[in-house]
């Protein structure tokens, strides 16, 4: 004999003043609590690799300059270049390299910046790289 063999075959009680839960709310009440917020978060950005920004040495320094200054003595022609660029991390040490292609609009020696046409600016002493293939007689 149970406990409760005297209640199992009465009916199931149904409020007279209160409505059933919607079986959509009634269901939520059982979803997984996430107790650590934002902590696969922080486990994801300490994981996520950076790269410290090299030096370029005299001889790839020299290269550069040249570059650059071919390509704005002949800004009118208005070429495509691909220009390598150290980008910093907004939230750790270091930072990527990434392609930008674009023409250049304007050299801004006092703010040390290339204006692209697009409206983008990159920072001279971010710049690593600039490629095109003009470039491919003119380093010879």
Same mark, same amino acid.
């Given at each position: 004999? +149970?406990?409760?063999?005297?209640?199992?075959?009465?009916? /199931?009680? $149904?409020?007279?003043?209160?409505?059933?839960?919607?079986?959509?709310?009634?269901?939520?009440?059982?979803?997984?609590?996430?107790? =650590? *917020?934002? /902590?696969?978060?922080?486990?994801?950005? *300490?994981?996520?690799?950076? +790269?410290?920004?090299?030096?370029?040495? !005299?001889?790839?320094? *020299?290269?550069?300059?040249?570059?650059?200054?071919?390509? $704005?003595? /002949? =800004? +009118?022609?208005? =070429?495509?270049?691909?220009?390598? $660029?150290? $980008?910093?991390?907004?939230?750790?040490?270091?930072?990527?390299?990434?392609?930008?292609?674009?023409?250049?609009?304007?050299?801004? &020696?006092?703010?040390?910046?290339?204006? =692209?046409?697009?409206?983008? /600016?990159?920072?001279? !002493?971010?710049?690593?790289?600039?490629?095109?293939?003009?470039?491919? &007689?003119?380093?010879?």
């Amino acid at each position: 004999m +149970s406990r409760y063999d005297d209640i199992i075959d009465l009916p /199931h009680h $149904v409020s007279e003043i209160m409505r059933p839960m919607p079986l959509q709310n009634r269901a939520a009440q059982f979803a997984p609590f996430a107790a =650590l *917020t934002g /902590h696969e978060a922080a486990i994801n950005e *300490t994981a996520r690799l950076t +790269s410290t920004k090299t030096e370029l040495s !005299d001889c790839e320094k *020299t290269i550069l300059d040249r570059r650059l200054s071919y390509a $704005v003595s /002949h =800004l +009118s022609c208005r =070429l495509p270049l691909d220009f390598t $660029v150290f $980008v910093p991390d907004r939230w750790k040490t270091g930072g990527s390299y990434v392609n930008i292609t674009g023409i250049i609009k304007k050299l801004d &020696t006092i703010g040390r910046l290339i204006i =692209l046409e697009d409206g983008r /600016h990159l920072r001279l !002493d971010c710049i690593a790289g600039i490629d095109s293939p003009i470039f491919d &007689t003119f380093d010879q």
